[in-house]
């Protein structure tokens, strides 16, 4: 059964960078069939899909342009596990953030992190 | 982007009727190399992340009930519920995986009648 683990802080100051962890389990982050996904939910922005990483026999990445240039995704292989890195926040940012798996090409997100609520303030 | 549209925004129906919901892509995502269509639904209930139901249009994920139902082609699908239980009361989604960026619907909030 495949199992992702969100970790990281619910508090980020305007201006610094949001990071938050995925651990996997039950499967690879170097899968060359699942994408590795970051979405984020709030109110005024619903359901948005920032970006993803995955691995076919090389690394890649595609990110949503609303985000673009303030994003990393990164993948560990030694730990097995995928981070978000999302930098110069603003309240704008302020969202409850999963981390998800797509499993095949059109297979839709079948696993889905907990979920972290991430609050931008000082 | 592809702007993706649910209809409507909120539903209330009686248990044991059914229940549709409606998805507009603003671009096809039908995949003519497989004739498949790159479209999800999820249910999301308080407090927990989105459940993927339906992938391909209408393939439903393995444990899901066969009350539910995806249905479709091009840039307009359906959800169906067959006979509304009271524990399908929650939130529905739709998401276009044909192009980046992989963009949801607003939602359709599902209630008891």
């Known amino acids: 059964q495949v199992q992702l683990q969100q970790s990281g802080p619910g508090l980020v100051k305007p201006s610094q960078t949001l990071s938050l962890t995925c651990a996997i389990s039950?499967?690879?982050?170097?899968?060359?069939?699942?994408?590795w996904n970051w979405i984020r939910q709030s109110p005024s922005r619903g359901l948005e899909w920032l970006g993803r990483a995955y691995y076919r026999s090389e690394w890649y990445n595609d990110y949503a342009v609303s985000v673009k240039g303030r994003i990393t995704i990164n993948p560990d292989t030694s730990k097995n596990q995928f981070s978000l890195q999302l930098n110069s926040v603003t309240p704008e940012d302020t969202a409850v953030y999963y981390c998800?798996?797509?499993?095949?090409?059109?297979?839709?997100?079948?696993?889905w992190g907990q979920g972290t609520t991430v609050t931008v303030s000082s | 982007d592809i702007v993706v549209t649910q209809s409507p925004d909120s539903l209330a129906v009686s248990l044991g009727e059914r229940a549709t919901i409606n998805c507009k892509s603003s671009?096809?995502?039908?995949?003519?190399?497989?004739?498949?269509?790159?479209l999800a639904w999820y249910q999301q209930k308080p407090g927990q992340p989105p459940k993927l139901l339906i992938y391909?249009?209408?393939t439903r994920e393995s444990g899901v009930p066969d009350r539910f139902s995806g249905g479709g082609s091009g840039t307009d699908f359906t959800l169906t519920i067959s006979s509304l239980q009271a524990e399908d009361v929650a939130v529905y989604y739709c998401q276009q995986c044909y192009s980046s960026p992989f963009t949801f619907g607003q939602g359709t909030k599902l209630e008891i009648k």
């Open positions: 671009q096809s995502v039908l995949h003519t190399s497989n004739n498949k269509n790159d």
């Open positions: 039950g499967d690879s982050v170097s899968s060359n069939s699942a994408t």
């Open positions: 998800s798996r797509r499993r095949g090409s059109g297979m839709g997100m079948d696993v």
């Open positions: 391909w249009a209408s």
